[in-house]
């Protein structure tokens, strides 16, 4: 059984500029959420997708977005980057949106100069 | 709103010694509750989770927790530590609104000495 996936590992981008980054779900698992961790700082939710929706979304501003495919694969973009995306984004999956075990990534390391 | 509070940033414990994480949490119905392991660069391991049931819940690598609903905690212990339990602890609890989006604590960072 292959695990989260996550691509890429460690990424640097300039002010201003468009990220996307990619998860892979568990085998059979059909949503995927998507969390922000800063240094020294627990994960913050920011957004699930279920078959193919978004399911529901922390507080994060709407220049963050996904995407989630039929073979449940995800994507975060996020555009007009600033200094304080720098951080962990870290992707889980789960074999239901409600109340399941979130499975997690390594996680792709963004730095933001 | 949900929270999770996890009120020690740094323990340190010698190896071999047993050891308690503290989590409270802040939930308006049942919750659904969560231990996770990081280790640096990493990602998150589930160590064990809470639903419903018996209170005390076991995980892997030899950790249990025990739910506490009139103290509204969940806390994690382990008997004796070994060195490669140190890590970073994040506890969690399953937000509502509709989105099933974990709400984390700060962390705990274990440090372990010889």
């Known amino acids: 059984e292959t695990g989260v996936t996550q691509s890429p590992t460690h990424l640097i981008k300039t002010r201003g500029q468009q990220v996307t980054l990619r998860c892979s779900s568990q085998?059979?698992?059909?949503?995927v959420s998507w969390y922000q961790q800063a240094l020294g700082q627990g994960p913050q939710f920011i957004f699930q997708y279920y078959r193919e929706e978004e399911n529901g979304r922390g507080n994060f501003p709407p220049r963050f977005s996904g995407l989630q495919f039929p073979n449940y694969s995800s994507e975060l973009n996020v555009n007009a980057l600033e200094l304080d995306d720098s951080a962990l984004y870290l992707c889980?999956?789960?074999?239901?949106?409600?109340?399941?075990?979130?499975?997690f990534g390594p996680g792709t390391r963004l730095t933001v100069l | 709103a949900q929270s999770v509070t996890q009120p020690d940033i740094h323990i340190t414990v010698s190896e071999g010694a047993s050891l308690e994480l503290r989590c409270n949490y802040s939930y308006g119905a049942t919750p659904y509750l969560f231990w996770y392991v990081q280790s640096p660069g990493q990602g998150l391991q589930l160590l064990l989770k809470?639903?419903?049931?018996?209170?005390l819940v076991q995980g892997i690598k030899g950790f249990e927790a025990e739910f506490k609903r009139s103290q509204s905690s969940f806390n994690l212990r382990k008997p004796s530590v070994h060195w490669s339990d140190a890590a970073e602890y994040f506890c969690?609890?399953?937000?509502?609104?509709?989105?099933?989006?974990?709400?984390f604590g700060k962390g705990t960072h274990l440090i372990i000495q010889p």
């Open positions: 889980a999956s789960s074999l239901q949106r409600k109340g399941d075990t979130q499975y």
């Open positions: 969690a609890v399953v937000s509502g609104g509709g989105a099933d989006g974990l709400t």
């Open positions: 809470y639903f419903s049931g018996d209170t």
């Open positions: 085998s059979g698992h059909n949503t």
